[in-house]
């Protein structure tokens, strides 16, 4: 099936095959639970209990990292971004959904050799997030699976995800495709699902178009329910790029460069023509999974197959790449800040009193305009003077019909234009950082007839 989403609602669905998909079927949707887990944490983090710079093994003293000496320590933070330096491990990973903590703590105390030092390179790995559930585990005093139902499954009301199928009544079948080989029968066979158990976290949720809707949407819009444990700073900081994975031309019908990182359980591609697009695929024995949204059109589009290694992924994000290319909103404009409204104002007065000569741009009322750098890195004495002759080739500044409506690329910064006689004088102010939030950057450059000169 392939559903799109709007708003936390489902707008349009395709099923195919006999199982009977509706929106509200219940699938597994694998390694998309690193979302789920990785939120977890950060609930904790928000809770005081840990902190994600944390060295894994003050959490768990038996781990047995083998590194190369001078590499530096293993990081809660490493583990949630995919940059520990541990091996990718697919095969091997998803078929450890039930085994025992024990069997995991064995793991740990014999020894996790790295490829590479942590933080510096991604490299995607289950175990990781095997072991941040485990993690999980002993800082909350609560099961993993408990702790995410508790904290976040429950209070959001997404009553269709679960680690335990049996909890669930609208499951559909899982299957495994044997290839057609002389003398073998081939095709689709049905596949059992493996129970709950350490390797939970790395893709053993069930959940449902519906209540990816509501999942996706929480990202989006940074709405937090009530009862949760986490922040709309905690959903923003999940979905930044936090390891780099690389550049490349974006996949038509997208243009531009794109620009893909892993966040803390998403992968997040920021396009530099249409925006960030969040997403996490999952593929398990028997189910294949992709969840993806576009924050500037605010669309989420899911895919689920109940087979092995289906093409479910690939349909999803070329629909999604459809709705992003036909997406013709205009990126919204920053709000600028109070301060930068009001310089505004004032600059435009200040200019007006030095095209009116005298010295009334001395005036006690703009006192305070400019930071004390504008006078250092030029005079104001010859800016007054530069402007007063830019005005001689402009001619008189026309009187504005209106408030005028700068561009502001930033909160802190303002760009528009002063019509005059014979061309327009073109302002750029930047505030500083800091109270008393004065100027300090102040910039004109003169258009005429003859051309544009910068005066400062």
């Known amino acids: 099936m392939v559903a799109v989403a709007r708003g936390g609602r489902i707008v349009q669905f395709e099923q195919w095959g006999p199982d009977g998909y509706a929106p509200g079927s219940q699938f597994r949707v694998a390694s ?50 995919m940059s520990g330096g541990l091996a990718t491990d697919n095969p091997w990973g998803d078929r450890q959904e039930s085994i025992s903590r ?31 559930g485990e993690l999980i585990t002993r800082v909350s005093g609560q099961d993993y699976r408990q702790f995410v139902k508790a904290q976040i499954l429950e209070p959001m009301g997404m009553s269709d995800t679960r680690f335990v199928d049996s909890e669930l009544d609208r499951v559909v079948p899982s299957y495994h495709r044997e290839p057609f080989l002389p003398g073998q029968g081939g095709g689709w066979t049905p596949h059992a699902q493996s129970g709950p158990g350490a390797f939970s976290p790395i893709g053993g949720l069930y959940s449902s178009a519906l209540d990816l809707a509501t999942w996706a949407n929480t ?95 690939q349909l999803a994000r070329k629909a999604m790449l459809q709705l992003i290319a036909a997406h013709r909103e205009p990126k919204k404009a920053l709000a600028p800040w109070p301060e930068t409204t009001a310089a505004v104002a004032t600059l435009n007065e200040f200019v007006r009193a030095v095209a009116a000569g005298g010295a009334e741009w001395q005036a006690p009322r703009f006192a305070g305009l400019f ?86």
């Open 32 to 81: 998309c639970t690193k979302s789920f887990t990785a939120l977890a944490l950060l609930v904790l983090r928000r809770a005081g209990k840990l902190n994600l710079d944390d060295e894994v093994s003050r959490h768990l003293p038996e781990l047995k990292v083998v590194a190369l000496e001078g590499w530096p320590a293993l990081r809660v933070r490493h583990l949630l971004s």
């Open 102 to 132: 024990q069997q995991l703590g064995a793991w740990l105390q014999a020894g996790l050799r790295l490829i590479f030092a942590p933080g510096s390179a991604y490299e995607y790995s289950n175990l990781g997030y095997a072991i941040l």
């Open 219 to 313: 990202y989006l819009e940074m709405r937090v329910p009530t009862g949760v444990g986490f922040t709309a700073a905690d959903l923003l900081e999940a979905q930044q790029p936090l390891t780099e994975l690389g550049s490349s031309r974006a996949e038509a019908p997208l243009h531009g460069l794109v620009t893909t990182g892993y966040g803390y359980g998403l992968k997040v591609e920021e396009y530099a023509q249409h925006g960030k697009l969040v997403s996490h695929a999952g593929g398990y024995p028997g189910f294949t999974a992709y969840m993806c949204w576009h924050e500037r059109s605010g669309y989420a589009v899911f895919a689920s197959d109940n087979g092995t290694h289906s093409a479910a992924p």
């Open 371 to 456: 930071a004390e750098n504008v006078e250092l890195d030029f005079p104001l004495a010859r800016r007054v003077a530069y402007l007063r002759q830019a005005l001689v080739g402009v001619g008189q500044l026309r009187p504005l019909a209106a408030a005028v409506a700068p561009s502001c690329d930033r909160p802190c910064r303002a760009a528009w234009n002063l019509p005059a006689e014979f061309g327009r004088l073109e302002l750029f102010v930047e505030v500083m950082p800091v109270a008393p939030y004065a100027l300090q950057t102040f910039s004109v450059t003169a258009v005429d007839g003859g051309g544009r000169v910068k005066l400062f």
